[in-house]
């Protein structure tokens, strides 16, 4: 049997043709827009922490491994004792540095990552993303980003010519220019990736830094990029205290810090828009409670206790909130399951909301669990019950007489 307090809710939820069933819409739908708004913002914010963090982790290593004065001079010593780490699935000694890069005429000023040909592909996913050519950095050969290849207006076989930073540094020689062969172009989808990386053989790069021997870092992947801590601990006991381990977590810190702040700002200002759209059930509720102020007197003076009364009006707004958060979840996962048809619409209405050339990703990225709609629902709820409480006890506490005198 239907509680009597709920029954009356639901009684005064019924539609009706009055300006009472109006409001209540309207608070509705001010929920629904409050919750799908905050679902929506927050699934795009971990999506671009998600696809950052996936792109980074395909390009970047899990662990760099550093000598504390700049060369690595050991590194095929150091890259055996790490590769007998257990959970390491590759290492490689690499070098980077900035060069000048041109091709027939047009320059740029890519970063060269230097890398063991035989070991290359045990540390970096760039062979999975080849667009054309191939994975190839033998034989003075190199691979350059798709964002980098199309400024440049090169193609997979032209030659080009790389010249050292040693002619800036060093004034009193000159340094003849590396020509090297593109053999292929790579599409990481990341503006920061694609537009300024080029990579060749480590004979190269030593080459072009001024190297005999030595590199910058060791390169080391592992099975498990998320227990970076537990893999640098075991790397660094294997390597001794002479090196420095670095996790891809520390590389890139201020980015994820920014994201993470970022996303924790968002969460408080579209919080600050749910809970004014939770007032307006507030305001229903009271507009409720002034109209049927006859009927609540009466209700009264047959002996209904106040606290029925009180959880009738408490059922009523929870009521709204609950219509109003399911729709709103529904609403927010429609539209994040057809964001990239909206995007396309958008930019057929020669709207560009999402360049990459600003945001350096090629899509909008989004994420969601059951437990981040989960903890939404259940904020939003027990603001929309706290909302309620104020009216309902309003209501609750009228006096019968002074109602009943209103009629």
């Known amino acids: 049997m239907v509680p009597f307090s709920l029954y009356l809710a639901l009684k005064y939820l019924r539609p009706q043709r009055s300006f009472i069933s109006v409001v209540t819409v309207i608070s509705v739908v001010g929920v629904l827009l409050g919750v799908a708004i905050l679902l929506i913002v927050l699934s795009v914010m971990t999506g671009f922490d998600n696809m950052w963090r996936t792109k980074i ?75 054309s050519g191939h994975f190839y950095l033998e034989d003075r050969r190199a691979i350059l980003g798709a964002d980098l290849a199309f400024s440049m207006q090169a193609a997979v076989g032209d030659t080009m010519l790389a010249y050292s930073p040693l002619n800036v540094l060093d004034r009193d020689e000159l340094y003849l220019p590396e020509e090297l062969e593109l053999s292929g172009i790579f599409n990481m989808g990341m503006r920061d990736f694609d537009g300024s990386f080029l990579l060749t053989s480590l004979d190269v790069a030593r080459d072009l830094v001024g190297l005999e021997t030595g590199v910058h870092a060791i390169y080391v992947m592992t099975d498990d990029a998320f227990r970076f801590a537990e893999y640098a601990q075991r790397v660094q006991a294997a ?60 209700l009264k003076a047959l002996g209904f206790p106040s606290g029925k009364i009180m959880a009738a009006f408490v059922w009523h707004g929870w009521i ?88």
């Open 239 to 298: 390597i001794g205290p002479d090196y420095m381990v670095r996790t891809w977590r520390e590389v890139d810190s201020v980015l994820f810090e920014a994201l993470s702040h970022e996303k924790t700002m968002m969460f408080l200002l579209l919080v600050f828009i749910t809970i004014v759209a939770i007032f307006c059930v507030t305001n229903t509720l009271i507009v409720i409670t002034v109209q049927k102020t006859n009927e609540i007197g009466l």
């Open 57 to 131: 982790l395909s390009f970047k290593p899990h662990l760099m491994i550093t000598a504390p004065y700049g060369v690595l001079e050991d590194e095929d010593a150091i890259c055996e004792k790490v590769a007998k780490v257990p959970g390491i699935t590759g290492v490689s000694p690499a070098i980077e540095t900035r060069i000048l890069l041109q091709v027939d005429g047009r320059t740029a000023a890519p970063i060269v990552v230097g890398l063991d040909p035989a070991r290359a592909s045990s540390v970096t996913r760039i062979p999975e993303h080849m667009t």
């Open 320 to 407: 709204q909130c609950l219509l109003g958060t399911l729709s709103g979840i529904g609403v927010g996962l429609l539209v994040l399951h057809n964001l990239p048809n909206l995007v396309e619409l958008l930019r057929h209405m020669n709207v560009e909301v999402f360049p990459k050339e600003i945001y350096g990703l090629s899509e909008i990225p989004w994420s969601t669990s059951p437990g981040e709609i989960f903890r939404i629902a259940l904020f939003v709820l027990v603001f929309c019950t706290l909302s309620s409480v104020l009216p309902a006890y309003r209501a609750a506490r009228l006096d019968p007489v002074e109602a009943l005198r209103n009629e």
